[in-house]
């Protein structure tokens, strides 16, 4: 191949064959034709300048096109629900219901009498019909958003009694005992880490007990001398518990046995149970609480719901989520394993075909997020050389794995069955020479 100015021209690949590409053709869709033509011929001009080689123009052009807001990534991780990647990915039918509600809609308005309607009625009865033990249901902006309307209205200036082995950190630095208190509730913490019991409970309640607080520990795991108090013996205690249980399971799921979920959680005896939407129900950010009716009442009307209410997106992709529950959050944790190895497989195989060793490993996916935290999901993945890990996050579209003693792991468990194509493609634009 020449390296002259007149062979590098020659090489430059056309804009039509760029155009078709399956990133830059996506592009045009969203940006327009003219705005994704004018970055292609940027970067066609600088490969005929000698800037680039002709065969980096593509991914020049890629890496140029404007980005208004977060890159769509495939999660090759392992974990399930990863925070950094957006916890849930929505469903498809979900997908379809927040594009359908970007526009006009009767988000609070009854069409047929013409009056001001419920806010969300759609997803708050889909929620409602989800958990009949559920007195009544409300939706805020997310778990810790349902956590501060709780404490403000049911505990502001008085306490909330809650269990050392429970004041966790959520993530990010950011601790549920400082959210509580940031609303003017005093926490009268009992009991230890490892082992609270109900006299510890009992002994702290008195004329300032605004709820007893029980919070499931979702993201760690205490071992050996524990003990807990659980939501039917606290419920004895004649006043109001309220469960955080963390990850929005609705039902109990047998995958996941020490998982609490609302149903089980009401049915205990909790007057109020507090989740968020985009862990183990696999729909958006949101904060779902359910409940006794006079509890969930007072939440409504407290001057704060006004500050927490959940956008008309959220609340279309919610109600689809519990109209057709099966996210890909419930695909990703039931795969199952002899499937998944054998799209691993196949992946290999392509690969090999042209020229890229790489293995098929088992490895242990997790469910992660704030959820689940003892469960191993056993899983497969592709093993490449860790040189692959910074071109593939850095590429377009990033792909993201877990780099393990010097190999990169792709596991393929929470990669969409449609996306592998798209997985070999990525790892194939990686210059390969191993
Ligand atoms: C995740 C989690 C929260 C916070 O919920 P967000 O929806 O992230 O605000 C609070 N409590 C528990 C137990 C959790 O697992």
Same mark, same amino acid.
């Given at each position: 191949?020449?390296?002259?100015?007149?062979?590098?021209?020659? #090489?430059?690949?056309?804009?039509?064959?760029?155009?078709?590409?399956?990133?830059?053709?996506?592009?045009?869709?969203?940006?327009?034709?003219?705005?994704?033509?004018?970055?292609?011929?940027? =970067?066609?001009?600088?490969?005929?300048?000698?800037?680039?080689?002709?065969?980096?123009?593509?991914?020049? !052009?890629?890496?140029?096109?404007?980005?208004?807001?977060?890159?769509?990534?495939?999660?090759?991780?392992?974990?399930?629900?990863?925070?950094?990647?957006?916890?849930?990915? +929505?469903?498809?039918?979900?997908?379809?219901?927040?594009?359908? *509600?970007?526009?006009?809609?009767?988000?609070?308005?009854?069409?047929?009498?013409?009056?001001?309607?419920?806010?969300?009625?759609?997803?708050?009865?889909?929620?409602?019909?989800?958990?009949?033990?559920?007195?009544?249901?409300?939706?805020?902006?997310?778990?810790?958003?349902?956590?501060?309307?709780?404490?403000? =209205?049911?505990?502001?200036?008085?306490?909330?009694?809650?269990?050392?082995?429970?004041?966790?950190? $959520?993530?990010?630095?950011?601790?549920?005992?400082?959210?509580?208190?940031?609303?003017?509730?005093?926490?009268?913490?009992?009991?230890?880490?490892?082992?609270?019991?109900?006299?510890?409970? !009992?002994?702290?309640?008195?004329?300032?007990?605004?709820?007893?607080?029980?919070?499931?520990?979702?993201?760690?795991?205490?071992?050996?001398?524990?003990?807990?108090?659980?939501?039917?013996?606290? *419920?004895?205690?004649?006043?109001?518990?309220?469960?955080? $249980?963390?990850?929005?399971?609705?039902?109990?799921?047998?995958?996941?046995?020490?998982?609490?979920?609302?149903?089980?959680?009401?049915?205990?005896?909790?007057?109020?149970?507090?989740?968020?939407?985009?862990?183990?129900?696999?729909?958006?950010?949101?904060?779902?609480?359910?409940?006794?009716?006079?509890?969930?009442?007072?939440?409504?009307?407290?001057?704060?719901?006004?500050? +927490?209410?959940?956008?008309?997106?959220?609340?279309?992709?919610?109600?689809?989520?519990?109209?057709?529950?099966?996210?890909?959050?419930?695909?990703?944790?039931?795969?199952?394993?002899?499937?998944?190895?054998?799209?691993?497989?196949?992946?290999?195989?392509?690969?090999?075909?042209?020229?890229?060793? !790489?293995?098929?490993?088992?490895?242990?996916?997790?469910?992660?997020?704030?959820?689940?935290?003892?469960?191993?999901?056993?899983?497969?993945?592709?093993?490449?050389?860790?040189?692959?890990?910074?071109?593939?996050?850095?590429?377009?579209?990033?792909?993201?794995?877990?780099?393990?003693?010097? #190999?990169?792991?792709?596991?393929?468990?929470?990669?969409?069955?449609?996306?592998?194509?798209?997985?070999?493609?990525?790892?194939?634009?990686?210059?390969?020479?191993?």
């Amino acid at each position: 191949m020449g390296d002259g100015p007149v062979d590098r021209r020659r #090489r430059v690949p056309r804009t039509d064959a760029l155009l078709a590409d399956p990133v830059l053709a996506a592009a045009t869709a969203t940006l327009g034709r003219d705005q994704v033509k004018a970055v292609i011929t940027r =970067a066609q001009d600088r490969a005929r300048r000698g800037e680039l080689n002709p065969d980096e123009v593509r991914d020049a !052009a890629v890496a140029a096109l404007p980005t208004p807001g977060p890159r769509v990534v495939f999660n090759a991780t392992g974990v399930v629900l990863h925070t950094n990647l957006g916890r849930a990915p +929505l469903s498809s039918t979900a997908v379809a219901a927040v594009v359908a *509600a970007a526009g006009h809609t009767d988000v609070e308005l009854d069409l047929a009498t013409g009056r001001r309607a419920r806010r969300g009625r759609g997803a708050l009865d889909a929620l409602a019909a989800a958990v009949p033990d559920a007195g009544a249901v409300h939706v805020v902006n997310n778990g810790a958003a349902a956590l501060v309307l709780a404490a403000t =209205a049911l505990a502001a200036g008085r306490e909330i009694v809650v269990s050392r082995g429970e004041l966790v950190e $959520i993530g990010d630095g950011f601790r549920l005992p400082d959210l509580l208190e940031s609303t003017g509730a005093r926490l009268r913490e009992v009991g230890t880490t490892n082992r609270t019991s109900l006299a510890d409970y !009992a002994a702290a309640l008195g004329p300032q007990t605004g709820f007893v607080l029980k919070v499931h520990p979702s993201n760690f795991r205490v071992t050996g001398f524990t003990s807990a108090t659980d939501v039917r013996e606290l *419920a004895t205690l004649g006043v109001p518990v309220v469960a955080d $249980i963390g990850s929005g399971l609705l039902g109990a799921d047998p995958l996941l046995p020490d998982e609490p979920d609302a149903a089980s959680t009401l049915r205990a005896g909790a007057a109020l149970v507090t989740a968020s939407g985009d862990k183990l129900l696999g729909g958006p950010q949101a904060g779902l609480l359910l409940g006794d009716v006079e509890v969930i009442d007072r939440l409504r009307r407290h001057p704060l719901a006004r500050a +927490l209410r959940v956008d008309k997106l959220t609340l279309a992709a919610l109600a689809a989520t519990l109209h057709q529950p099966d996210t890909p959050t419930r695909a990703a944790l039931h795969a199952d394993p002899g499937v998944l190895r054998e799209r691993v497989e196949r992946l290999r195989d392509r690969l090999g075909a042209d020229g890229r060793k !790489a293995e098929v490993v088992p490895a242990v996916a997790v469910v992660g997020g704030g959820g689940a935290p003892g469960v191993e999901l056993d899983s497969w993945a592709l093993s490449l050389p860790e040189r692959y890990a910074t071109p593939l996050r850095t590429g377009h579209p990033p792909v993201l794995g877990r780099v393990v003693r010097g #190999r990169l792991l792709l596991d393929l468990r929470c990669v969409p069955a449609d996306a592998d194509e798209a997985v070999r493609a990525a790892v194939l634009r990686v210059p390969g020479d191993d």
